[in-house]
């Protein structure tokens, strides 16, 4: 199995609401991220996950919260979102080994609409 | 941090012919050099990567060759094919237990039929 498989695949969200991206991998993978992607640009990093802890906050908004509740596992929990945050968002995950440069594989993503 | 910079930002080529993508980066430590190709409405996926410890690495019509020196990269597509129109992204990394990869821009790649 080498999917990254993340739900909702759609989201459209009003600013009060608040709502979970979910992210899930079985390769035994112990790196997990989160990216944003909007039209026509590379994806930015958001966080990264390093067996289990939060290991970088690439200065996100706190209306953006991760969680790592298991290896296999990567939520993103938004509330009070801003129009502006409309965008893909891509979860990926690597093998994590600290001797070797291992790929990430990413998901499909979520489109996230906030209206 | 890193910074690595992507040209062309849109590249045209006959059906057949050769593409070349160049990449910069900033960070001497940076070690891992993957490329992702993205088509419209899609996960990036990884067609080709390379570490700091080999100058050069092939895979059917896709090669990328490093120069650490002068902290260049680069992606060559021969015999292009209208399926190989996507955006590719370059990324430079250095990987210890995760990555903290920064992507290129991006390079739009049209191959005319």
């Known amino acids: 199995d080498t999917e990254v498989t993340q739900t909702p695949k759609h989201l459209v969200m009003g600013m009060t609401n608040k709502k979970s991206l979910k992210c899930e991998q079985h390769m035994g993978h112990r790196a997990m991220y989160w990216y944003k992607q909007k039209a026509k640009k590379p994806p930015e990093l958001m966080f990264v996950y390093s067996y289990e802890k939060l290991s970088i906050n690439e200065s996100v908004p706190s209306r953006f919260s991760p969680e790592c509740p298991n290896s296999s596992l990567l939520n993103l929990h938004l509330h009070a979102l801003q129009p502006e945050d409309s965008a893909l968002y891509l979860c990926?995950?690597?093998?994590?080994?600290?001797?070797?440069?291992?790929?990430?594989?990413f998901g499909q993503g979520t489109r996230l609409t906030v209206v | 941090g890193e910074n690595v910079e992507q040209h062309p930002s849109t590249l045209s080529v006959q059906e057949g012919d050769s593409a070349v993508i160049k990449c910069t980066y900033s960070?001497?430590?940076?070690?891992?050099f993957p490329w992702y190709k993205q088509e419209l409405g899609k996960r990036p996926q990884l067609i080709i990567d390379i570490r700091s410890n080999v100058g050069e690495k092939k895979d059917q019509r896709i090669a990328v060759t490093l120069n650490k020196t002068a902290k260049h990269f680069s992606l060559h597509i021969t015999e292009t094919q209208p399926e190989d129109s996507a955006v590719y992204f370059c990324?430079?990394?250095?990987?210890?237990?995760?990555?903290?990869?920064?992507f290129g821009i991006g390079t739009k790649l049209q191959v005319i039929p």
């Open positions: 960070d001497s430590a940076s070690n891992y």
């Open positions: 990324a430079a990394t250095f990987s210890g237990g995760y990555q903290k990869v920064t």
């Open positions: 990926a995950s690597s093998r994590g080994s600290f001797h070797m440069n291992t790929e990430a594989f």
